[in-house]
Nanobody, 127 residues
């Protein structure tokens, strides 16, 4: 079975950093779009960042995180990371990673495009 497992969430103060990991198993990891999304109860899910795991690591970010978050990959480990710096209280959310069902590009930050989802990891930023 396909599994995407997130880790690295936690509680930090404003200005702090966290690194999230998303490790895939049972999934054709190469040549796929892997995205990070976040959701706060009562609000729509927001696409944060996405990366292509093929030879060309195409990357896209939401405007709200540009310059603060960095998405990266380690294809040898079937893992995508989200380095989050200069965290703000409004970054608090459940963060989930997701993967496309096929080798389609470009990668988008639209949750409807992603077939496989992890369970999520909570990020809480206190002021």
């Amino acid at each position: 079975a396909v599994q995407l497992v997130e880790s690295g969430g936690g509680s930090v103060q404003t200005g702090g950093s966290l690194r999230l990991s998303c490790t895939a198993s049972g999934y054709t990891y190469r040549s796929r779009c892997i995205g990070w999304f976040r959701q706060v109860p009562g609000k729509a899910r927001e696409g944060v960042a996405t990366i292509y795991t093929g030879d060309d690591a195409r990357i896209a970010y939401a405007d709200s995180v540009k310059g603060r978050f960095t998405i990266s990959r380690d294809n040898a480990k079937d893992t995508v990371y989200l380095q989050m710096n200069s965290l703000k209280p409004e970054d608090s959310a459940m963060y989930s990673c997701a993967g496309y069902g096929g080798p389609w590009v470009p990668c988008a930050l639209l949750d409807d495009d992603y077939l496989y989802w992890g369970q999520g990891t909570q990020v809480t930023v206190s002021s």
